[in-house]
């Protein structure tokens, strides 16, 4: 497609319930990030992907998260025993190589808004 | 960790208004970028700059890297309700260990009224 999208826009789910999060990057693009936006904040980073491999995956809060890119294109995040303060927008970005050469510049799909009730 | 602190936080202007906008760090960038995000929507890259110094213009909107790449500013002329919207800022910090993550600010909420 020509942007990055992100399935589902809402998802609203009950506390310990366990949510999927979809990110399509943009075709040809081999590096995916993963953020989170809370009410008031911006971006803060979850994790990275180049290729099939996260390369970086300090930003994730504790081990209820999780995030694969089987095949080097679409990424799942996956968010297990779902607890309130996970609530926030979820942001995905894809850019062309992550690397220094293209100033890394990353581009956003629209976010998926989670809500844990 | 290296922080980027925007200011100010909430911007209210009248159309035609001229304003400038501030990202500060204690940290060095390789790189800095500004977004401008609207709600609903994810951010969207206006520009990156990269060397100490430099300045770059994307029609109204006037874009400054500091000359240590510890600070940035948006200096925007004759605003329009157009540009309302939250302007991120977003940091490369280069660490060299191959992560490239970005580290943003907080956001400048900007409101320009008709």
């Known amino acids: 497609g020509a942007g990055v999208s992100q399935t589902p826009s809402n998802k609203v789910t009950e506390k310990g319930k366990y949510v999927e999060l979809r990110c399509d990057p943009i075709?040809?693009?081999?590096?995916l990030y993963w953020y989170r936006q809370s009410l008031g904040q911006g971006p803060e980073f979850l994790i990275y992907?180049?290729?099939?491999?996260?390369?970086?995956d300090s930003g994730l809060p504790n081990d209820r998260f999780f995030a694969v890119r089987p095949e080097g294109s679409v990424s799942t995040l996956k968010i297990q025993r779902t607890e309130r303060g996970d609530s926030a927008v979820y942001l995905c970005?894809?850019?062309?190589?992550?690397?220094?050469?293209?100033?890394?510049?990353?581009?956003f799909g629209p976010g998926t808004r989670l809500t844990v009730l | 960790t290296q922080l980027l602190e925007q200011s100010p936080q909430f911007l209210s202007i009248q159309e035609g208004e001229n304003l400038t906008v501030y990202c500060n760090s204690s940290?060095?960038?390789?790189?800095l970028q500004w977004y401008r995000q609207e709600p609903g929507e994810g951010p969207v890259l206006l520009v990156t700059?990269?060397?100490?110094?430099e300045v770059k213009k994307l029609k109204r909107l006037t874009f400054q890297f500091g000359d240590a790449r510890k600070d940035s500013s948006l200096h925007i002329t004759a605003a329009q309700p157009g540009d309302t919207g939250l302007y991120l800022c977003?940091?490369?910090?280069?660490?060299?260990?191959?992560?490239?993550?970005?580290?943003f600010g907080k956001g400048t909420k900007l409101s320009v009224i008709p």
């Open positions: 940290s060095v960038f390789s790189s």
């Open positions: 970005a894809s850019s062309l190589m992550g690397g220094r050469n293209a100033y890394n510049e990353q581009f």
């Open positions: 075709s040809g693009h081999t590096a």
């Open positions: 700059v990269v060397t100490g110094g």
């Open positions: 977003a940091g490369d910090p280069y660490s060299g260990a191959g992560s490239y993550q970005l580290t």
């Open positions: 992907f180049q290729g099939t491999g996260a390369a970086d």
